[in-house]
């Protein structure tokens, strides 16, 4: 038997400050809860494409995304079975489960855009 780990899924009340052109969406500012890592979706994919995590500590990804023109316009989590809309300039936070040794994908919805969480 499989036990599969339900992720808490947030969403992050961080206040986020629109600044400058219209285009530009601030991303997170000031401290990031313990150990979560930012990820900003853009034109390119996810950045950074690859985050690593020790096994047994508190992780979390602070997504955001940071213009329109760009395919993720959610993230999903095959392995996990966790999609979420990242709307635009919103952080979005997703808890890591770190119980185990793994490597974990994350993708936009089409699948094109592939990151990765390492727990090690
Ligand atoms: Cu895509």
Redesign the pocket.
């Known amino acids: 038997m499989m036990l599969r780990h339900k992720l808490l899924l947030l969403t992050a009340t961080a206040a986020l400050t629109a600044v400058g052109c219209k285009d530009k969406v601030a991303v997170v500012d000031g401290p990031l809860p313990p150990g979560a890592v930012q990820v900003i979706a853009d034109e390119n994919g996810f950045k950074p494409s690859s985050v690593t995590f020790k096994k047994g500590e508190t992780a979390s990804l602070v997504f955001t995304r940071t213009t329109d023109d760009t ?2 316009t959610e993230v999903v989590f095959p392995e996990l079975d966790v999609k979420k809309d990242l709307p635009k300039g919103k952080a979005v936070t997703i808890e890591v489960p770190t119980d185990k040794e793994q490597k974990l994908t994350f993708q ?6 592939k990151s990765s969480v390492v727990i090690n």
Request: aromatic share 12%.
């Open positions: 395919c993720a936009c919805g089409m699948g094109m855009y």
